[in-house]
């Protein structure tokens, strides 16, 4: 008995070896009892999740709208400012050194239509010689005279047939700058001290014998349009001297004259003129200036002295 155990135990024990050694193919296959590891989702699953990204998104957008809405008008409201600011910084520093009683003023200018203020900008300027002394050349008031000695440092970049000497601008009939009354040109280069002018008898000897150099008008043209768009604010120089001040940018002087776009959006502008704001010295020039984008508008206002002591 315990031998036919035995026989058996080894019999079991090499099918066993057998089975397991077997090659691939013998295996036996089931998959009956394999565990499932794929995975997924349903249709339904995932249109739950797009549901639900929906309705995240949407409460998100409604919380983040005003932010954003707040930065782009702040935004908006800083570049009108920025350029309502830029264009009137730039007249002021222009109108600083404009010739005395050389400031004028034209059109309706009452906010909503065409304004157009003009002026003679200086380059530079001294004082003449009256009375002997150094080369004794004085600029002469009873005789036209071409040449004159300059006291103290000649004005630098003098060019002959364009820049042009003034003395004692008074804007009035007999001593206006603009009909040609109190103004020569250079005719050449500076000879040491003495300046060389063509042959000019000036109206009028400045009280403190001074003389101013000029090269061509500046003008500030405003086109304001009801809403802003379209409107414009323009400088135009480069153009001769006109008796009458230009007031139409369709024709010359003003449609051949070099020009520069200062601001867009324009809404509303004024210039205004004050020539006797303190005792006849000085004159005092306004500027309104609104600027309208989406809806909303930005006004600035500017004033600035300039001198009419000739």
Not at 20 to 39: G, M, N, V
Not at 43 to 64: K, N
Not at 162 to 191: E, F, H, K, M
Request: proline content about 6%; charged content about 15%.
């Amino acid at each position: 008995m315990g031998e036919k155990r035995g026989v058996e135990s080894r019999a079991a024990l090499c099918a066993s070896v057998e089975r397991r050694f077997a090659p691939q193919w013998e295996k036996p296959h089931s998959t009956s009892h394999l565990p499932l590891t794929s995975k997924g989702f349903t249709l339904v699953e995932m249109i739950m999740v797009i549901v639900i990204t929906g309705i995240i998104g949407g409460i998100v957008a409604m919380f983040l709208k005003a932010p954003i809405r707040q930065y782009t008008d702040v935004a908006r409201r800083a570049d009108m400012t920025d350029i309502a600011d830029t264009a009137l910084r730039r007249i002021g520093r222009d109108l600083r050194l404009a010739l005395p009683n050389s400031v004028r003023v034209t059109g309706p200018c009452n906010g909503t239509a065409a304004c157009f203020i003009e002026f003679l900008p200086t380059k530079g300027g001294g004082r003449y010689r009256v009375g002997a002394g150094g080369t004794n050349d004085e600029l002469d008031f009873s005789v036209a005279d071409s040449t004159f000695e300059v006291l103290g440092p000649m004005p630098t970049g003098l060019v002959a047939g364009t820049d042009q000497i003034v003395v004692y601008n008074l804007g009035i009939s007999g001593a206006d700058t603009y009909a040609g009354d109190n103004r020569a040109t250079v005719s050449a280069p500076p000879a040491g001290a003495v300046a060389n002018i063509t042959s000019k008898l000036f109206p009028f000897d400045s009280p403190g014998h001074r003389f101013h150099v000029i090269s061509a008008p500046v003008s500030y043209v405003c086109s304001p349009v009801a809403g802003g768009t379209g409107g414009t604010l323009t400088r135009y120089w480069g153009y001769a001297i006109q008796a009458t001040q230009p007031s139409n940018t369709a024709v010359a002087p003003l449609s051949t004259a070099s020009n520069a776009l200062l601001a867009t959006h324009v809404s509303s502008c004024r210039f205004s003129y004050d020539a006797f704001v303190v005792a006849q010295r000085s004159g005092l020039v306004t500027t309104n200036l609104g600027i309208t984008e989406e809806g909303e508008t930005v006004t600035l206002y500017s004033a600035v002295h300039v001198s009419n002591q000739p």
